[in-house]
């Protein structure tokens, strides 16, 4: 009796096992579909948790992640994307850019001959004196 109840726990412990997602370490870049450029301030997130990052320029990501979550990308002048994690430990994203949003950059100028340096990036400004 007491060998049928060892062998009915291993057998579902041995069972049961393959239903626990394994986590597993993904890195990746995401780049520009335009022109292959990588693009930073991107935000990555495993949906349906709170895990995520922002890239940075390079484009990078790493994440701890289970094989079928899926990873949110939210960009801010490109289209969002989801992709589906499978076997593989790297990704290389591809996005496509929004139309209709024209892209602002930071704009350094000098005011006259006062070298009063203004600053602005998207609607903040500040003036250094």
Known sequence: ??????VLGILSVAISAPSFAQKKSII???TSS???????????MVKG????????????FDLIVSEGDTIELSP???????VI????????????????QKRTGYLFRQMDKK????????????INK
């Open 1 to 6: 009796m007491k060998r049928k109840i060892i």
């Open 28 to 30: 990746g870049t995401i």
């Open 34 to 44: 335009e022109n292959g450029n990588p693009v930073g301030g991107i935000i990555v």
């Open 49 to 60: 948790t709170h895990q995520g990052l922002v890239t940075a320029d390079d484009g990078y």
């Open 76 to 82: 801010r002048y490109f289209v969002d994307r989801e």
């Open 85 to 100: 994690v499978g076997a593989d430990f790297k990704y290389n994203i591809n996005l496509d850019e929004k139309y209709g």
């Open 115 to 126: 070298e009063e340096n203004v600053f602005t990036q998207n609607t903040s400004s500040s």
